[in-house]
């Protein structure tokens, strides 16, 4: 009964390559995010969506591209992917765009 | 230089200890203000939130905020080997309400049995 999931849990990939990351919440909420987390733990907002509508749009390189199929899906496919990339990505969803985040499990990103 | 400062630690205590944990900020337009807990390999969750200056208690927990010198803490009383986790500070922009996060670097703590 995972409220926010998110697959995979860990991902492990060379350089270059593209890969994508998705989530998915149970709880009905409009609003979804991505975020990332460093290796000093900072965590940062990367985008969010407000009924498949795109709300926020930090200063992220554009390989990152986030896409909402649906209001309880929001997908992020990274392009060419770096070094720089490895972190750890969280999906989190909110009611509406003032309400509680409720975080996912996060995916441990590794870029060798 | 961050809009939001958090000692890191690691910070270790005795089980039954206060703890403290801090955090500045420098935007005066912060106006919620939000504590996480973050266990290892895990989301953060929401511990405590609040929108004004003073004090908001929440069982063992006691957020404080003093706006005029851009200042929050969370209290722990009677700290729990289960209190072990990275604890972040957030806050957001008036008008904004709770969207547009902005986290500290989370101060990671160990209560020792």
């Known amino acids: 009964d995972t409220a926010v999931s998110q697959t995979p849990k860990y991902l492990v990939t060379q350089m270059g390559n593209d890969k994508s990351i998705k989530c998915e919440q149970n709880?009905?909420?409009?609003?979804m995010y991505w975020y990332k987390q460093d290796s000093k733990k900072f965590l940062k907002i990367m985008f969010s969506?407000?009924?498949?509508?795109?709300?926020i749009n930090e200063t992220v390189p554009n390989r990152f591209s986030p896409k909402s199929p649906d209001k309880a899906h929001l997908n992020l496919h990274i392009n060419s992917l770096e070094l720089g990339d490895s972190a750890v990505y969280f999906c989190?969803?909110?009611?509406?765009?003032?309400?509680?985040?409720?975080f996912g499990p996060g995916t441990r990103l590794t870029v060798l | 230089q961050k809009e939001v400062e958090q000692d890191p630690g690691p910070l270790s205590v005795p089980e039954g200890a206060i703890v403290s944990l801090n955090c500045t900020y420098s935007?005066?337009?912060?106006?919620?203000f939000m504590w996480y807990r973050q266990y290892s390999r895990k989301g953060p969750e929401l511990l405590m939130y609040?929108?004004?200056?003073g004090n908001k208690e929440d069982g063992r927990f006691t957020a404080q905020v003093d706006k005029s010198s851009k200042y929050i803490s969370l209290f722990i009383r009677d700290s729990q080997p289960s209190d072990s986790a990275t604890y972040l500070c957030?806050?957001?922009?008036?008008?904004?309400?709770?969207?547009?996060?902005?986290f500290g670097t989370g101060t990671r703590l160990t209560v020792i049995p």
């Open positions: 989190a969803s909110s009611q509406d765009t003032t309400d509680t985040q409720y």
């Open positions: 609040t929108y004004s200056s």
């Open positions: 935007n005066s337009a912060f106006q919620y």
């Open positions: 969506y407000n009924n498949k509508e795109l709300i």
């Open positions: 709880l009905g909420h409009d609003t």
């Open positions: 957030a806050m957001t922009p008036i008008g904004t309400g709770a969207n547009n996060l902005f």
